[in-house]
């Protein structure tokens, strides 16, 4: 297969949102250009890079070829169908995004590849976004939790929760009230949230 129909085919999706995507810092005068400032030669990488050299520093030039090398390397694999459960296929989705990736393949990129080396700050970064946040979807958080444990530690998780059903269900049953907030009262009288609670000492649950 010719490089060059895979790289024009590459280059005139993705040159543009590149270019205007750089910072100051990558061109060579300190200040920021447009993708409409800039000639460009695409009639071959080499030539492309040549005159992408009038403008942009080597930095930004080397993120360009692995961006192209890391294309050129998934078109001639193949590409393979990956089912995902919709809450991991919205937290890659969101990772994508942070780190500025133009497609979910790519995103993969940069976690794994070694031609994104150069991304190592910006991923960590948004693991650490990503981490921080909120998780929206209880199923990501038990099978992330329960992942790290073995066999004889998720039985008991599967115990706890058993455990705080029937407890939950129980006091359900005997609550009268129905002002104030009778459902975080009862949480707070949970034996085993109180239990529990000592033994995280002062990086308490927040309650809701």
Do not use: C
């Amino acid at each position: 297969m010719k490089e060059e129909p895979i790289w024009n085919d590459w280059l005139s999706k993705n040159i543009e949102k590149f270019i205007n995507g750089l910072t100051k810092n990558d061109f060579i005068n300190g200040e920021i250009l447009n993708y409409s400032d800039i000639e460009i030669d695409r009639s071959t990488p080499k030539n492309t890079y040549t005159s992408l050299r009038n403008y942009i520093n080597q930095d930004a030039i080397k993120s360009l070829q692995n961006r192209f090398r890391a294309h050129k390397h998934r078109q001639k694999t193949g590409i393979k169908n990956l089912q995902l459960k919709e809450s991991y296929l919205s937290l890659l989705d969101k990772f994508k995004n942070l780190v500025g990736a133009e497609t979910l393949e790519e995103a993969l990129d940069f976690l794994l590849s070694p031609d994104y080396r150069d991304y190592e700050y910006d991923v960590e970064q948004a693991k650490e976004k990503l981490a921080s946040d909120n998780f929206n979807s209880t199923e990501v958080m038990i099978e992330s939790f329960a992942k790290r444990l073995k066999n004889y530690d998720r039985e008991r998780l599967l115990l706890i929760v058993e455990l705080a059903f029937n407890e939950g269900w129980e006091s359900a049953k005997k609550s009268k009230r129905r002002t104030g907030s009778p459902r975080k009262e009862a949480f707070n009288q949970s034996d085993l949230y109180n239990r529990l609670l000592p033994l995280l000492g002062e990086n308490k649950l927040d309650n809701k």
